[in-house]
């Protein structure tokens, strides 16, 4: 045998025995580190994951940042300042996740910027009025921390750990957001109808967008999205990145909120929520996927403009950049160049 083929045969010999390690470590519930060997298909997997998910932290950041000059109380602006600084925050642990897989950040911000990667839709949705702020809050963030206290369980340990920072903030904007439409609930009944009003508008977007497409349900309009959505779900679950699927984070969400609705004293608008006891869930309506494409899909008037806004404030931040560029090459006081 030549030489070349002994240093193949050595290749796949390793590759067989590093993805043995790998299955173990899966197997055996441990983390996968920057370290480890790991196949391609969930270094790429992950990594779509973790970047979509970063980027709908800073753009989610928008929705809710458009009402912190126009809070109706001092309190309520210094609590939601924080709520949007934490998305800020979030975006950053997550991106420096990312950076692990062997991207850099500016690479993502990129593909973000150019319009390569997605963000979550939801948050192309306007937010109108300020019970929206409330809305967003409860709904939005309450369906980000059902789908992310599983993935602190997730196989990758830097995604893991930052899942565990980032969903101890996200109880405290669920709770903040309850707390902001109760208190106008409370109120005269024009803010009771803000209140309502705002989450007519968000309860879909939240229950559809933040847990992605049908991956259990079959037959019907979807069943094409659902067979696709199955075969992504079962792969990510093999790999230990999800440990549900979409459609059982989404019931987990639906059966937390009504209750939570009730004592409000606001009406979920959706006639078919009802209580189903053989199941032991709430039953809900169908969602109807094509009401999102029109209007919050890539090409939309507010999709485009939360790019638009991205991308300037990215160019405003160069000189910060690059002053920190130069600070790291130069060694020296970065006062000293002011
Ligand atoms: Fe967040
Ligand atoms: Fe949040």
Redesign the pocket.
């Known amino acids: 045998m030549d030489d070349e083929g002994v240093v193949r045969l050595d290749a796949e010999y390793d590759e067989a025995r590093l993805s043995a390690h790998f299955e173990a470590l899966l197997a055996a519930g441990e983390r996968i580190e920057p370290r480890d060997w790991m196949p391609e298909g969930y270094r790429r997997m992950l990594l779509r994951q973790i970047a979509q998910h970063a980027h709908s932290e800073i753009i989610?950041m928008q929705p809710e940042g458009a009402w912190l000059t126009r809070a109706p109380t001092l309190h309520r602006k210094a609590v939601l300042l924080a709520?949007v600084q934490?998305?800020a925050g979030?975006g950053l642990y997550l991106y420096a996740a990312a950076e692990t897989l062997g991207v850099s950040r500016a690479e993502l911000l990129d593909a973000l910027h150019s319009g390569h990667q997605r963000y979550a839709a939801t948050f192309n949705h306007p937010a109108l009025t300020w019970a929206d702020a409330g809305a967003i809050?409860w709904l939005t963030?309450g369906a980000?921390v059902v789908n992310q206290v599983p993935l602190c369980q997730t196989s990758y340990g830097p995604y893991a750990r930052a899942m565990r920072r980032v969903c101890q903030?996200?109880a405290f904007?669920v709770r903040q957001g309850y707390d902001m439409l109760h208190a106008l609930c409370q109120g005269t009944p024009q803010q009771k109808e803000m209140a309502q009003d705002a989450v007519n508008r968000w309860w879909l977007p939240a229950v559809a967008l933040m847990f992605g497409p049908p991956d259990t349900v079959a037959g019907g309009a979807d069943a094409r999205t659902a067979a696709m959505g199955a075969a992504v779900t079962r792969r990510s679950m093999a790999w230990g990145i999800k440990r549900h699927t979409n459609d059982e984070l989404r019931q987990r969400f639906v059966d937390q909120v009504v209750p939570q609705a009730e004592r409000l004293g606001l009406t979920l608008p959706d006639p078919g929520i009802r209580w189903n006891e053989e199941r032991g869930h709430y039953d809900f309506g169908p969602i109807d996927w094509r009401v999102f494409r029109d209007s919050l899909g890539d090409g939309s008037l507010v999709a485009r403009q939360r790019l638009a806004h991205r991308v300037a404030a990215h160019e405003d931040g160069a000189w910060v950049r690059e002053a920190v560029d130069a600070h790291a090459a130069g060694g020296g006081d970065w006062r000293e160049a002011a």
């Open positions: 989610g709520k934490d998305e979030h809050a963030d980000a903030e996200e904007h």
